[in-house]
């Protein structure tokens, strides 16, 4: 397996793009990394899996380190399917790091599509740098990936960046979900965005603003999503307990709680272990947060279950406030019920993040936990 150090230097995205390119076509076995501590608990210099081409590494909700298997079939079918979906191969502006499926994917689409990708220059996400950056792209049609952090930075930027962001032909947001008052500024504001659920174990987004691509199968079993098709992984590195329990007759069992609908699209409501217990009633934390970010005031939200000695669990908020939020705790509770509004809610400018914009709840679990001083 050949690990790949990403220093965030143009030099070695090109050794990580070359190393991807040699790999898909029969080549050794990729493993992207910025973390010494991720990348040695893959195990470097054992053999990889049979049919691995990348080895996607990360911590997980979790925190306990995995790496997810992803064949080259897998990966160039992901490529195709969104170049299917999107409206043909183009021009990419990587912006979200290459160690994540997010970026390597981007990689990947621009190997197929025989594009120079362009590297957000510095370390960190500014609208300035990504005008500056998507001011480079001369191809067409122009595409980028980013999570909702990212987009929103550019629509509250509201200059250069939001002029860059308007010039492409779609940008997939993906990594954590995007609120549907997030999906509003971005239509009011001319910007052509499309929401991608998926993960490392499907090689990246495999289903587009509530549709599978091409080739992808999705199902509902109970109420746990399932995914089918050519992108998914063929395990986790070094650990087939783990693989016999997600990976079973070409199906991919995740974490998450969804529905699908008559019509064919998907409606993702969270993970599974986003249930809180509070007095004997189970509270979606997902439902709160879609409720509280639906109120004027509210930019973003997290909800997470913490203890108490009466109710076992309390139903607890983190807000980032756009303005003067108004009675938040009436509004869930005209909404979803006494039992979901938040027995408490704090509110700071942002929320923790962990791995390519995702939230980190255990972060806000640990901030709003009794005693914890915020």
């Known amino acids: 397996m050949l690990p790949v150090h990403l220093d965030g230097s143009p030099g070695a995205l090109a050794t990580l793009k070359a190393a991807v390119a040699d790999a898909l076509g029969g080549g050794p076995a990729v493993l992207p990394f910025t973390d010494p501590a991720l990348r040695d608990a893959m195990a470097p210099a054992e053999p990889a899996e049979p049919g691995t081409a990348v080895v996607i590494a990360t911590s997980g909700s979790t925190g306990a380190p995995k790496g997810v298997l992803l064949s080259a079939r897998a990966l160039v079918a992901s490529a195709e399917a969104t170049h299917d979906r999107l409206g043909g191969p183009g021009q990419w502006l990587l912006a979200t790091p290459a160690q994540y499926i997010g970026g390597l994917q981007v990689l990947v689409r621009s190997l197929l599509a025989r ?88 090689a990246s987004g495999c289903v587009y603003d509530g549709f599978p691509l091409d080739g992808v199968r999705v199902d509902v079993t109970g109420d746990r999503i399932r995914i089918a098709g050519p992108l998914l992984a063929h395990g986790y590195r070094r650990r087939p307990d783990l693989t016999a329990e997600a990976f079973r007759d070409g199906w991919f069992t995740t974490s998450d709680r969804g529905i699908l609908h008559d019509d064919g699209r998907l409606e993702v409501l969270g993970r599974a272990d986003d249930m809180i217990n509070t007095g004997g009633v189970k509270v979606s934390a997902n439902a709160v947060e879609r409720c509280l970010c639906a109120q004027p005031g509210v930019r973003d939200a997290c909800v997470v279950g913490v203890p108490d000695p009466e109710w076992g669990e309390a139903v607890v908020a983190l807000v980032v406030p756009a303005g003067e939020p108004g009675d938040l705790r009436a509004a869930v509770r005209a909404e979803l019920g006494a039992a979901s509004a938040p027995k408490r809610i704090e509110y700071d400018a942002e929320l923790p993040l962990r791995g390519p914009g995702k939230v980190d709840r255990a972060a806000v679990r640990s901030r709003l936990a009794p005693g914890a001083r915020g």
């Not at 067409?140 to 002029?163: C, E, F, I």
């Not at 032909?169 to 504001?189: H, L, M, N, Y």
Request: proline residues 8%.
């Open 115 to 202: 594009t120079e990708p362009v590297l957000l220059p510095g370390t960190g996400f500014r609208p300035d740098s990504f005008a500056a950056a998507a001011a480079t792209l001369t191809g067409s049609p122009r595409y980028t990936a980013l999570v909702p952090t990212q987009l929103v930075r550019l629509l509250d930027d509201g200059g250069a960046g939001l002029a860059a962001a308007k010039t492409f032909d779609a940008i997939v947001v993906g990594a954590a979900a995007t609120s549907p008052a997030v999906r509003e500024r971005a239509a009011d504001a001319g910007v052509r965005i499309v929401p991608a659920y998926g993960m490392s174990e499907t």
